[in-house]
């Protein structure tokens, strides 16, 4: 199904389709957040720094991002009044993100503060290389679930990713992560590029199948620092799903949830996979997810090209009640769906490794 057609149709009133910035009625549903098109919203990804250990070629240039500063990111303690700031207003679950989440100091301080909120759902998404050392504080901190991203098994393809020779640690810190069944399933995330992910599709599957990993590809989006992305490079996920089925037929899970990716099972109920097609089936109709990044500012789309300054607001004193206006009139705003497929996209304000993917 066209999911565009079906955003502006049947999801959207009428009288908002082709507005981008719905007028503000003045009126707050009770007790929970949502955006000016009725969508609820509940999913926080908050990323704590910009840093990261790889550069990978779809993120983040070789050298030459400029850093955020120390005094520019959000502290730990920051981060936690934000965090129950959004509980309050109605976010559900949270997710840890970057840049790479485990590059910063004490990350399971932060996973310990946050756990004490009133969450659904307490998240990391990581590279992994760091997950053997960290995996066990993370989960005594109280994480309960993981995405590792991966993009392929192969060592010399790793590299050529990743722009660093690391795939030994990240299949160690995997293996770590079983060692948690809180943690099952692990979700290993690949973006899919075509003339290189094709390749790795069986392998994956068999990784699916044989070890207790969701496999997940995520179609590459035009948020690489580069900005090099071309739309022939998108591997869509129906390619992949195909490439996958000339060896094992896959089902579909239905699931009520709102959910990003599209769940499969193996026919033979040996494992599952997933795809998260942004760019060929964008989702938005369901977007449920706003971000805040490492330096305080709240995003209501990946594809946004404005954000709402949090930190300054809350280094000079505004009340629990002034943020959550100004998160209630940000979130109010959140753009209807991206333009990735429309001519005269203009690209996002930042590259996904400053936004948190
Ligand atoms: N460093 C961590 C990691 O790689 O998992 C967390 C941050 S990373 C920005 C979050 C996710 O975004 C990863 O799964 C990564 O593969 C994905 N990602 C990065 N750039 C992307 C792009 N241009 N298109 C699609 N996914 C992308
Ligand atoms: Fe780093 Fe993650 Fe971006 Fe790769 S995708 S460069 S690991 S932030």
Request: with cysteine.
């Amino acid at each position: 199904m066209d999911r565009d057609r079906k955003l502006d149709t049947d999801f959207i009133p009428l009288s908002l389709v082709g507005s981008e910035s719905p007028g503000w009625d003045g009126e707050w549903r009770d007790g929970a957040l949502a955006d000016g098109f009725s969508r609820p919203i509940k999913n926080l990804r908050i990323s704590v720094t910009d840093r990261c250990n790889f550069r990978c070629t779809y993120c983040m240039p070789e050298e030459g991002l400029t850093w955020l500063r120390r005094d520019q990111i959000l502290s730990y303690e920051e981060i936690e009044r934000l965090a129950r700031i959004f509980t309050d207003v109605g976010v559900e679950e949270i997710r840890l993100t970057g840049g790479e989440p485990t590059v910063r100091a004490d990350l399971p301080v932060l996973v310990e503060k946050l756990s004490r909120l009133p969450l659904n759902s307490l998240s990391l998404t990581t590279n992994g290389f760091r997950l053997k050392e960290l995996c066990k504080d993370l989960v005594d901190a109280g994480l309960e679930r993981i995405n590792v991203s991966l993009d392929t098994p192969v060592a010399e393809k790793f590299v050529h990713i990743t722009r660093r020779d690391a795939l030994p640690q990240v299949l160690a810190g995997l293996e770590e992560c079983e060692k948690y069944p809180q943690l099952r399933p692990i979700k290993v995330n690949a973006v899919a590029v075509r003339g290189f992910s094709e390749e790795d599709v069986l392998a994956f599957a068999e990784l699916a199948r044989n070890r207790p990993y969701v496999v997940r590809w995520i179609e590459f989006m035009p948020l690489d620092a580069d900005g090099a992305w071309d739309r022939d490079d998108v591997l869509t996920g129906a390619e992949i799903k195909a490439i996958i089925e000339t060896r094992y037929p896959l089902v579909p899970i239905a699931d009520d949830r709102i959910q990003v990716a599209q769940r499969y099972a193996f026919a033979d109920g040996a494992g599952e996979v997933g795809f998260i097609n942004p760019v060929s089936e964008p989702f938005c109709a369901t977007c449920d997810r706003i971000r805040l990044t490492a330096d305080g500012h709240l995003r209501t789309c990946l594809f946004s090209t404005w954000e709402t300054d949090l930190k300054t607001p809350l280094r000079s004193g505004a009340s629990d009640e002034e943020i959550k206006q100004l998160i209630r009139s940000a979130v109010w705003r959140k753009e209807m769906k991206h333009h990735i497929n429309d001519p005269g996209f203009q690209p996002a304000s930042r590259s996904m490794s400053q936004i948190g993917g």
